[in-house]
């Protein structure tokens, strides 16, 4: 009796929760959904960049303990606009570690790009639950985040729909009888295009993916076909598996989130629309499941289903990843370093799409492959990515 009255009060606390990139496409999806079941949540800490306006009005709804923006020139607008809330304002990058540091039990790790790698990292040494939606810092660090996850006993679970849908699908007590899984990708906006059609985009072409709606970023990874590659590097380090076991196919409906194969011949699949909502939810709710208003699956309304063999010349950043993932080493964290300052490159329009992956080539070509295994040499070839990126494009 007593033992079920301990577990019924715990049931009952508020689940202590942090949002690392709440004003963001996953972290504003996250924000909502904490927002849908209110009482359940006591909401620790929401971070941004720079968004004051949208973080203060998520902090006066949310009402967390801390707010932190990573870009520090806007701590007085921000201290300004939550004044006599009682949420404590603080700015910078150790103030992110901080924020991700607090006593939560579950956090959203949805910063984009390696600028998440401490925050997240934070987190595990904490022994939280990670909701992993920043893809970026497996890539660059998966050996060893998922080292510290082990040693801190906290769960990695995956946000990436592709990963999410094998997650609920990969049989962990017997993943010797998985024989490979598959990644599904919708091809993107130039599935289509030929090179010198691609050649031409623009930005506001680059950015608008057939089903998805996401930050400017990872569309234009969509776009490129970097966001498979890097997925690829995520899978091989989110699940037991060797890197041959991993095979993509293009799916343009993006219904079929993802499949695991097994040796006797069966293939499981996870379906369902695109919606954010709902492996967001599964990470929120895990091990159990909670009730998402997403739009139901209507297989007869979509009638059809199709899939076919991606093209590694149209897009050579599958190419690039599949052998970057091969190298091992610093290579992975040269590519996606290298990768955000090309795509940040495309968008101010320094350089044309095309040139986007030849960018992170030639960078990966500069600098040879390195032992990484700190947080502090992880930095080190990230800056380094960076800054010979950069030269690349200025030229
Ligand atoms: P977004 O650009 O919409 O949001 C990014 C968030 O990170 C914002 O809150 C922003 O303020 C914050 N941020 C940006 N730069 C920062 C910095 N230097 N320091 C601290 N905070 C910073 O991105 P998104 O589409 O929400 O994607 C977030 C992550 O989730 C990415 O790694 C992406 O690959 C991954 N992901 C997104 C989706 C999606 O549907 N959007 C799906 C799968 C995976
Ligand atoms: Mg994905």
Redesign the pocket.
């Known amino acids: 009796m007593v033992a079920i009255q301990s577990f019924r009060s715990k049931e009952m606390e508020p689940r202590r929760v942090t949002v690392l ?7 504003c999806n996250t924000v909502s959904m904490l927002e849908s079941e209110s009482g359940q949540y006591q909401v620790e800490a929401l ?5 004051v306006k949208l973080l203060a009005e998520q902090a006066r709804r949310l009402k967390p303990k801390m707010v932190v923006l ?1 870009d520090k020139s806007f701590y007085r607008d921000l201290k300004r606009e939550l004044a006599g809330s009682g949420v404590e304002v603080l700015a910078g990058a150790e103030a ?1 570690v901080e924020a991700a540091s607090l006593n939560a039990d579950w956090v959203m790790a ?4 390696t ?1 998440g790698l401490a925050p997240t990292l934070a987190a595990i040494r904490h022994g939280a639950v990670v909701a992993l ?4 810092c497996l890539v660059s660090a998966g050996v060893l985040l998922t080292k510290e996850v082990k040693k801190f006993g906290s769960d990695l679970l995956p ?3 592709e990963h999410n849908g094998i997650f609920q699908v990969f049989d962990f007590n017997h993943p010797e009888g998985v024989e490979k899984i598959i990644l599904t990708a919708s091809g993107g906006p130039f599935r289509c295009f030929n090179r010198q059609q691609m050649r031409d985009v623009t930005p506001e072409e680059a950015v608008v993916h057939p089903n ?1 709606e ?5 569309s234009i990874d969509c776009a490129t076909m970097m966001n498979k590659g890097l997925e690829r590097i995520e899978a091989f380090h989110l699940f037991p598996i060797e890197q041959k076991q991993i095979e993509i196919l293009i799916h343009p409906q993006s219904v079929v989130h993802s499949m695991v194969a097994y040796c006797d011949g069966s293939v499981l699949a996870q379906l369902g629309t695109p919606d ?1 909502r709902m492996p967001i939810a599964f990470t929120l709710a895990w091990p159990k499941r909670i009730s998402v208003p997403v739009a139901r699956l209507d297989l007869a309304e979509i009638g059809q289903l199709t899939f076919e063999h991606p093209n590694e010349t149209l897009f050579p950043a599958l190419r690039l990843a599949r052998e970057v993932l091969e190298e091992g080493g610093s290579a992975p964290a040269v590519m996606s370093a290298a990768n955000e300052i090309a795509v940040e490159g495309f968008l101010e329009r320094r350089i044309g799409f095309l040139e986007i992956i030849e960018l992170v080539e030639r960078t990966l070509c500069k600098i040879p492959p390195l032992k990484v295994e700190t947080i502090e040499e992880v930095s080190e070839v990230d800056s380094e990515a960076r800054r010979l990126a950069k030269d690349l494009i200025t030229g």
Do not use: F, H, Y
């Open positions: 990139g709440s004003t963001g496409s996953v972290g971070t941004a960049r720079s968004n990573s992110l949805a910063i984009v790009g600028a939606a920043n893809k970026e946000v990436d729909s998805w996401m930050g400017k970023k990872i954010m």
